[in-house]
């Protein structure tokens, strides 16, 4: 028998490093291009089973971004989980953005190109990214479809098409058209990713730290749905649904709220789900996720 092969980083679980968090974080993100989006929203729980608590500010993009900076720099041992997606569409073209020579080999040279050419861009938001000439020709915006956005519902990633499976409703990353669309919550998202390298690991990009807060990007409705609520409902808006949904999580009820917006219980919900999940070895080895994906388009925590 041959010496034991240690597994990937990317598909270490509680056989690798251990996960051992006392606090789980997720934030619901917002592409809004201005500097107080209404849609950012932080709840946080910490280990053991007392409710989530809405960390309450009036955030802004660069806001979360000084606080996630401030975490890491104490060394809080976090699971964050952030509702947005970090990368784009690679493995079914070969490439983001096919015939552009500045497509990027990678998730964080993606990261950077993104916040590069969005540089005189206030409030960290990426309109002059998706405006660049050659960028533009892939997306889908108001009144305007790029020539090489493709017939339908667009590109989707490969755990994309695992949400899919999973019955949930993914949304190409290259549509920016609609209320449900995610594309602009990604693009400014990759900015803040770009700005905290090197000090908050993202997984499955970066082998999970031993020590110190990780970054997963998260899907608020499997938060939902794994707390029993059924498809084609994924909103909470009263404390009677939350506190309900909090206890399928082996969660207390939480305490009143000053809002029940969509953004608020979904942050809420989704760290408790967090808490509750995040000791699931195979998570963070899903079948799927390949050494190729790891370091281009990542992986929705909590999909198989």
Not at 70 to 86: E, M, Q, V
Not at 98 to 115: E, F, Y
Not at 207 to 219: A, D, F, K, N, R
Not at 242 to 259: F, I, K, N, T
Request: proline share 8%; hydrophobic share 40%.
């Amino acid at each position: 028998m041959g010496p034991r092969q240690e597994a990937p980083a990317h598909r270490r679980g509680n056989g690798g490093t251990p996960l051992n968090f006392t606090d789980f974080i997720a934030i619901d993100w917002s592409g809004q291009a201005v500097e107080r989006p209404r849609g950012l929203a932080v709840a946080r729980a910490t280990a053991g089973t007392a409710a989530p608590v809405l960390v309450e500010r009036n955030w802004s993009r660069q806001g979360i971004e000084d606080w996630l900076a401030a975490l890491a720099d104490k060394g809080t041992r976090a699971l964050i989980g952030l509702d947005l997606s970090p990368a784009f569409p690679l493995v079914d073209q070969g490439a983001y953005f096919p015939g552009w020579d500045l497509s990027p080999p990678d998730g964080p040279a993606l990261w950077k190109l993104v916040d590069a050419l969005s540089a005189d861009d206030p409030h960290l938001a990426a309109t002059s990214f998706v405006q660049h000439p050659d960028a533009r020709r892939h997306f889908r915006q108001m009144g305007d479809c790029g020539d090489l956005f493709p017939p339908g519902r667009g590109r989707f990633r490969v755990c994309e098409h695992g949400q899919a499976a999973m019955r949930l409703s993914p949304y190409s990353c290259f549509n920016l058209v609609g209320a449900s669309q995610v594309g602009k919550s990604s693009l400014t998202g990759m900015r803040v990713l770009h700005r905290l390298r090197g000090k908050l690991p993202i997984w499955p990009f970066d082998p999970l730290p031993e020590s110190g807060p990780v970054l997963v990007e998260i899907y608020t409705a499997l938060a939902a749905r794994a707390a029993g609520m059924r498809k084609g409902i994924s909103k909470i808006r009263d404390a009677a649904t939350l506190d309900a949904m909090l206890a399928a999580l082996g969660s207390e009820p939480a305490a009143p709220l000053s809002r029940h917006d969509d953004h608020a219980t979904d942050a809420m919900l989704s760290a408790a789900w967090l808490r509750a999940v995040a000791h699931r070895a195979e998570l963070w080895a899903p079948k799927g996720l390949t050494p190729e994906l790891a370091r281009t388009e990542g992986w929705t925590f909590g999909v198989g």
